[in-house]
């Protein structure tokens, strides 16, 4: 997570100015580098294949917050092992895509011979058996709201490209950063298209769908086109809250294809304040 300590004020004439107070009273207490690298430190050493970072990034989106993601990404890893989707928070107003989330380009773009030319999301990445298709829910909103929105367009996209790996044999991931699934945020902070969504996910489907945005341990199974699809939200991996259920932590997906289906397995891991150590939260098994 960022910091807003050098923030220049003519970046915070718009809706940022909001944000910076928000920042200054509440999230820069929330959410610390030292505990972010700690995250990190720990799940390097459980030495992932792939690692997936669904988003905010950063409070406000600004230039500098943006090169300071992109400093940490690249100590954290090379582009090929970690995907990320950006956050609400990362495109809190309109900005020039170069100079704020275009910084992590590498880490979001799809294969090259499976990049679609001209549109950047959804991206698709093979790491096989697993294909990562990132989504963008990040747009600029009014002043209080976080809500997202994935487009007629990008929903088409995705339709094809889940289709096109499921024909492939592949466990597909959905990754995006507003929880898709009913009642997943209220009304300022929803998924202002989740329903499109969910009908491109019952025609199509999906083995896996993984979301930030909420801060917390989500765990829902939703009922799709005569499938159950897991759906697992990630607590934020900088916070510093008291609450069990977002305390800093992530995820291990590991994933098996056997002769009756895949078999995913799913363990949490999160920051114990007692030790400062990682301690495992739950650990579930699904077939699919
Ligand atoms: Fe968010």
């Not at 092992?81 to 990362?90: E, L």
């Not at 917390?216 to 086109?225: I, K, Y």
């Not at 607590?235 to 932590?249: F, T």
């Not at 895949?262 to 579930?284: G, I, P």
Request: some cysteine; hydrophobic content about 35%; overall charge neutral.
């Amino acid at each position: 997570m960022t910091s807003l300590d050098d923030v220049k004020w003519h970046e915070l004439l718009n809706k940022r100015i909001l944000g910076y107070f928000s920042w200054r009273l509440n999230r820069r207490n929330s959410h610390s580098v030292e505990i972010l690298s700690h995250t990190l430190d720990d799940l390097a050493r459980r030495q992932p294949d792939h690692v997936i970072i669904s988003g905010d990034l950063t409070h406000l989106g600004t230039i500098n917050e943006c090169l300071e993601a992109s400093a940490w990404l690249n100590r954290t890893g090379a582009p090929e092992h970690i995907s990320i989707v950006p956050g609400n928070h990362d495109c809190y107003v309109a900005a020039d895509f170069d100079a704020t989330i275009g910084r992590w380009l590498a880490y979001m773009q799809g294969d090259p011979n499976e990049t679609d030319a001209v549109n950047r999301f959804p991206y698709l990445r093979i790491r096989d058996p697993v294909a990562v298709i990132g989504l963008s829910t990040a747009v600029p909103t009014a002043p209080f709201f976080a809500t997202g929105r994935l487009g007629a367009e990008q929903l088409q996209r995705l339709h094809h490209l889940l289709e096109t790996t499921a024909n492939r044999g592949l466990y597909r991931i959905i990754v995006l950063h507003h929880g898709p699934q009913p009642g997943a945020s209220g009304h300022r902070r929803r998924l202002v298209d989740a329903g499109e969504f969910l009908s491109t996910l019952e025609e199509a489907g999906a083995e896996l769908i993984i979301h930030g945005h909420g801060h917390r341990q989500v765990h829902q199974m939703l009922e799709s086109g005569g499938r159950s699809i897991p759906v697992f939200g990630v607590p934020s991996a900088s916070a510093h809250y008291s609450k069990p259920e977002k305390k800093a932590g992530y995820n291990i997906y590991e994933v098996n294809k056997t002769p009756n289906g895949w078999l995913t397995q799913v363990e949490s891991f999160v920051l114990d304040d007692a030790d400062q150590k990682f301690v495992k939260n739950f650990s579930r098994v699904f077939k699919t």
